[in-house]
């Protein structure tokens, strides 16, 4: 189900960490294996980062993440030394981070690999590997010479060795340059992936409040965790609920 937002005059510049908390949540709520939920969010931000579907993409149609199964997926070597990847429907976001790995290995081993893709949504969205590439030495470019509809879309990335990266600016420029002046988005959007992810996050109440960080409010009000005592921790906290925030 597609969600729309109301956009707002204002620009927020959001922080790498703030971003990456949020996607992580928006993931967890879309029961993305946890294995594969640190890959994907990279993806995410490289999409943002490229002008790609980023953000409001994955706001409009996170559930889609949920769609396909990665048993599925198949991979064939081809007679001419392609890899023959089949994605059974799954979007490339989830694919991605395993498409890179499997180009990377082959790209070493041989000097260069080609991976023909098909049955994958938004498949566009695989010019990430151009950018994601770098982190490993890799150059990609990505072609769709089919332009069907839908799962029927095929492309052919075709990936080679390059330098290995020196330094930050060189593993991830894109990465680099949000890290200093963070990812620009318009505030309305913002605030409904904010929203979003909070789904993530347990009901606040006085209970879970009394289970968070690093100790345990016992119901006869002595303290479980750090002794003797855990001298900064304000129970007026505990009294009551001023709001239905979630907390973590």
Sequence with gaps: ????????????????????????????????????????????????SMGLGGFRALYEGYERLREGALERVSVQDADDGVLVVDGGGIHAWVLLPTLMDLGVERARSAGRATLRVSGVQDLHELHVMAALGRRYGTGAEVSQPDKGAGHEQKAVVTLFNTARPLGMDEWDPLLAQAIRHGYPVDGGLWRAIHALSNQALAPDSVVSRRHAGPVILRDDGTLQGRPPADDDMDLNMLRHVPSSQGCA
């Excluded at 937002?5 to 922080?15: A, C, G, I, L, T």
């Excluded at 960490?17 to 949020?22: I, N």
């Excluded at 879309?30 to 294995?35: I, Q």
């Design 1 to 48: 189900m597609n969600r729309e937002v109301v956009d707002s005059p204002r620009v927020f510049d959001v922080s790498v960490r703030e971003a990456r908390m949020c996607i992580d949540r928006i993931l967890l709520v879309c029961r993305l294996p946890s294995g594969y939920v640190h890959g994907v969010r990279e993806v995410v931000l490289l999409s943002q």
